[in-house]
T-cell receptor, first 113, second 112 residues
């Protein structure tokens, strides 16, 4: 199993540009989540999904969109990037009802200039 | 609200030294508590967990005891190794909305 994969590993955007961070998992987990990691702030939940077609907001959802058309994929979209979105983004997945068994991807480091 | 506070880093120790990383929490219900570890360039990995008061989680020589009376979950290891160099995160969940609350992370460097 590849586990949780994320692409790209690094990305530089200009303010106002849009892009999609990709996340995929091959463990057939129902739940998937997106976090951002900022210095001195730990990880904060952006959006999560409890299954295909179902998404919900986390702690810091503004400026981000998600969709879940398949069990495997959970892309994160930045419609108009801002410098405040400079961060490291982690995708995670876990089986239903077992949030403590989250498997994290390797992360995407995003810089918005 | 729900939150996790952990000791500021960075922490630098010599090999075989004793490690303690403090973690305290605030929760609106009865949380489960976790320690995650992040090695350089990698995502987070679950290190250990405790799901109720007085439980002790342990893994790879690390231990933490869920203390409800002091709302704490301090991470300890009796003899650290260079390979333990990483960032350690304390976290809690109340099992609602798939929400984890993470501390800010403590960077540990172990020198030979």
């Amino acid at each position: 199993n590849a586990g949780v994969t994320q692409t790209p590993k690094f990305q530089v955007l200009k303010t106002g540009q849009s892009m999609t961070l990709q996340c995929a998992q091959d463990m057939n987990h129902e739940y998937m989540s997106w976090y951002r990691q900022d210095p001195g702030m730990g990880l904060r939940l952006i959006h999560y999904s409890v299954g295909a077609g179902i998404t919900d907001q986390g702690e810091v959802p503004n400026g981000y969109n998600v969709s879940r058309s398949t069990t495997e994929d959970f892309p994160l979209r930045l419609l108009s990037a801002a410098p405040s979105q400079t961060s490291v983004y982690f995708c995670a997945s876990n089986p239903s009802g077992r949030v403590y068994e989250q498997y994290f991807g390797p992360g995407t480091r995003l810089t918005v200039t | 609200g729900n939150s996790v506070t952990q000791m500021e880093g960075p922490v630098t120790l010599s090999e075989e030294a004793f490690l303690t990383i403090n973690c305290t929490y605030t929760a609106t219900g009865y949380p489960s508590l976790f320690w995650y570890v992040q090695y350089p360039g990698e995502g987070l990995q679950l290190l250990l967990k405790a799901t109720k008061a007085d439980d002790k989680g342990s893994n790879k020589g690390f231990e933490a005891t869920y203390r409800k009376e002091t709302t704490s979950f301090h991470l300890e290891k009796g003899s650290v190794q260079v390979s333990d160099s990483a960032v350690y995160f304390c976290a809690l969940t109340l099992y609602t909305g798939n929400q984890f609350y993470f501390g800010t992370g403590t960077s540990l460097t172990v020198i030979p």
